[in-house]
């Protein structure tokens, strides 16, 4: 047996096996071959990792990115986005369709499978269209992209406005055994908002998008669930509202899972103006959904402990500075997220709102449970197991800087701001993708 990888005394942490210990790590043959406790697996010669202060868990799952290739390659490249995915923890990404063109055939599919293959240093798992050119009007082959090797369907960045094709599209899923991944956005109540509608907009002289017009799109992509029958996933979550029916339609038996993004678990509408009173407005912070209240905040976080909410997804939208370098209004929605999640999230950990054996699952196992058998072997740490494996130490102290970010995506509005928490290593099939400076791997 081909012998890869010892990682010693760190605490391991797999929600999947309710696993907490300080233990050692044997990765062979890309695969995980042992666990145990600290100090009980000879090193048997093989180059050795120390994770003393560190938390050793499965790789990280983000259902929920953008890679932008083909066609915006300006704004990020399957390349550079697994190599900002790596160095965030992230071994899997689910990249979605509104590229040019769009991810509605298998040509296009087998483009982006090809490319990961041969750039990417993560797993890549695209995400088909639900209708032909995202436009809504007729549904693309879903049957041909499932035979391809999407993990699910979604317009992301249009909803689906028809409810017809909506029903038609979750019947399809449903018996090709894939999930449809919601955006849920009324176009005639958004149609020119900017951020959040509320006092903040009026007092800014913005236009606003209102809770409402997320919360009428979960309602009835709720309904049609419940009358297909079929898997329903509600992206990035935002408001009370959307939580409350997600409830509620979890308490029916409704199959509907949901995700929330780090951005809109930390900021609220304020964040807009800037991070000091006398700034500029900051196209850093515009993003759709926007950001909204510190209310909604709250009822996010208590759908993430009562697993109401089942993932949070980094909805990573990289831009161009030209893209974010002109007036509020004019600059396009988006936050590049890959690089600065963990470290964002952790601050829930340290504020004492989050436990970290909850985050952990909500980047692991629980992502993976969603994708159904896509995903059978990642988010666990269990013998036999794919080696995605993600170390981080829960107390190191970083500075956001933007111009070290691996992503092309500089779109931040989390740059200066100081984190607690920070990813060491991340390891893919056994091999690994990214490691910071400061770890040596060394023999003993």
């Not at 949070?312 to 600059?331: N, Q, R």
Request: proline residues 4%.
């Amino acid at each position: 047996m081909a012998i890869s990888l010892l990682i010693t005394c760190g605490r391991l942490l797999d929600p999947s096996q309710r696993l907490d210990k300080i233990g050692d790590l044997l990765i062979a043959e890309n695969k995980i071959a042992q666990l145990g406790d600290k100090g009980s697996i000879p090193s048997q010669g093989v180059p050795v990792l120390d994770a003393t202060g560190m938390v050793v868990c499965p790789g990280f799952i983000d259902l929920h990115c953008h890679l932008r290739e083909p066609g915006f390659e300006e704004k990020e490249t399957i390349a550079t986005g697994t190599r900002a995915a790596a160095k965030g923890g992230f071994t899997t990404v689910c990249c979605m369709p509104n590229t040019n063109p769009p991810l509605d055939n298998q040509a296009a599919i087998d483009y982006v499978k090809s490319k990961a293959h041969t750039e990417g240093v993560v797993n890549v798992f695209p995400v088909g269209c639900i209708t032909k050119s995202r436009k809504g009007e007729e549904l693309a082959e879903m049957k041909e992209l499932a035979q391809a090797g999407v993990i699910g369907f979604s317009d992301d960045g249009n909803p689906v406005m028809n409810s017809r094709i909506m029903r038609h599209a979750l019947d399809c899923s449903s018996s090709l055994g894939l999930v449809v991944i919601d955006h849920c956005e009324d176009k005639a109540l958004t149609s020119g908002g900017l951020m959040n509608e509320g006092s903040v907009a009026t007092r800014l002289g913005l236009k606003g998008m209102p809770a409402a017009a997320e919360e009428i799109m979960v309602a009835r992509d709720l309904a049609l669930a419940q009358l297909t029958g079929a898997r329903l996933h509600i992206a990035h979550v935002s408001t009370e509202g959307s939580a409350d029916l997600i409830r509620r339609a979890k308490d029916k038996g409704i199959a509907v899972t949901a995700e929330v993004t780090p951005h809109h678990l930390i900021l609220t509408q304020e964040r807009v103006i800037g991070k000091q009173p006398s700034s500029a407005y900051d196209t850093n912070a515009k993003v759709n959904p926007p950001l909204r209240t510190e209310k909604d905040i709250n009822a996010l976080i208590t759908g993430l402990k009562e697993r109401v909410i089942d993932a949070i997804a980094t909805d990573h939208a990289p831009h161009t500075l030209v893209d974010k370098m002109c007036e509020f209004g004019l600059a396009a929605f988006g936050i590049s997220g890959l690089e600065t999640a963990f470290g964002c999230l952790m601050t829930l950990v340290h504020d004492g709102k989050l436990e970290l054996t909850t985050l952990v699952s909500k980047l692991t196992i629980e992502p993976a449970q969603i994708t159904g058998s896509k995903f059978s072997e990642l988010g666990t740490l269990k013998i036999d197991s794919q080696a995605d494996i993600t170390l981080f130490d829960p107390n190191k102290e970083w500075i956001v800087d933007i111009n070290e970010f691996t992503s092309k995506g500089k779109n931040s509005p989390f740059n200066g701001y100081q984190f607690k928490g920070k990813v060491m290593v991340t390891i893919v099939g056994g091999k690994i993708a990214y490691r910071d400076d400061s770890i040596k791997v060394g023999k003993k």
